[in-house]
C-alpha cells in the first residue's frame, strides 16, 4: 500500500521511472530505494533508508548474472564464470551501469551528502542501483527484475569488454582455494567520520595472518584495496 509521498519526491519518483521505463505499483518501494541513510535521518517520519533493499538487490543482482553467464558463455569454466561475474556486479561496473540511467541525479540524499558530492560517490551510487534491483524484484517479481538488470549487460559480451573492471577479492580468493586447508578472512577494524564521508579500515587475513590492509569510503571498497595490497605482496599483480 503507497503511503502519502510529497509533491517534490513523488515527481522524481515519476522522472526516474519514465527513465528506467519501469512503473511501480507500490511506489513505497522506489521511495524507499532511492533514499539514502542521510536523508532518512533527517527525514525521519519513519523513513527508511535503501540498505536493506541495497542487502536483496544484491543477491538478485548475483542470481540473475549467473544464470545469464551460465547460458551465454556455455563454453567457459566455472572459474572464468566467475570472474566475469565478479566484474559485472563490482562497485566500479555498478557505478557505470547507474551512470547510465542517471541514477546519481535521483537519490534522495541530506544536506550534508549533498553539499558533499555524495550524488557522485560510486559507494553510494552503486548501493542505490542494487537497492533498486530490490524494488524492481518484490514490485514486479524475478522476471521484471531480470529483464531491468540484462538492460544493462553488453549485449555482445566477452571476456575483453570486462576485463578491465577488476575484482581483486575474487581473484585472491582464487589462488587461496588452491590449498584447501587456507581461509582467508577480511576484519573491519575502523569505521569513522560521518554518514556523508565515511572512512572505514579493513585488514585481510590469511590464517589469522594480516596479509593485506585497505582504505575507503565504503567497505567493500576498503576490502577490495586490502586484497589489492595482498596481492601484489604475493606477486600476483
Sequence with gaps: MNSTIPADISSKIGRF???????????????????HSSFANEYKKGRHSNE??????????????????FKYFRHLPEGDLTKIRASLVCEKALFEFAGQIHLGDFILLGKGEENTGG????????DA????????????GMNAAKEYVLGFIPKELDKNSVKNLQDYKTILQEII??????????????????????????????????????????????????????????GEI
Excluded at 521511472?17 to 533514499?35: C, M, P, Q, R
Excluded at 550524488?119 to 552503486?126: K, L
Excluded at 572505514?200 to 596479509?211: A, S, Y
Aim: glycine letters at 6%; charged letters at 30%; aromatic letters at 6%.
Design 129 to 140: 542501483f542494487e537497492a533498486v534491483i530490490a524494488a524492481v524484484f518484490l514490485d514486479g
Design 52 to 69: 536493506r533493499l541495497e542487502f536483496l538487490g544484491d543477491s538478485v543482482l548475483s542470481i540473475v548474472i549467473s544464470e545469464h553467464l
Design 119 to 126: 550524488r557522485n560517490r560510486p559507494s553510494i551510487v552503486s
Design 177 to 234: 582455494q588452491r590449498n584447501p586447508e587456507e581461509r582467508v578472512e577480511y576484519v573491519l577494524r575502523d569505521e569513522s567520520g560521518p554518514d556523508h564521508d565515511r572512512h572505514f579500515v579493513v585488514e585481510v587475513c590469511l590464517n589469522n595472518n594480516v596479509i593485506g590492509h585497505g582504505e575507503g569510503h565504503s567497505k567493500k571498497q576498503a576490502e577490495q584495496q586490502a586484497a589489492k595490497e595482498a596481492l601484489a605482496l604475493m
Design 17 to 35: 521511472e519514465e527513465t528506467i521505463g519501469y512503473t511501480f505499483k507500490n511506489k513505497d518501494l522506489i521511495w524507499e530505494a532511492l533514499s
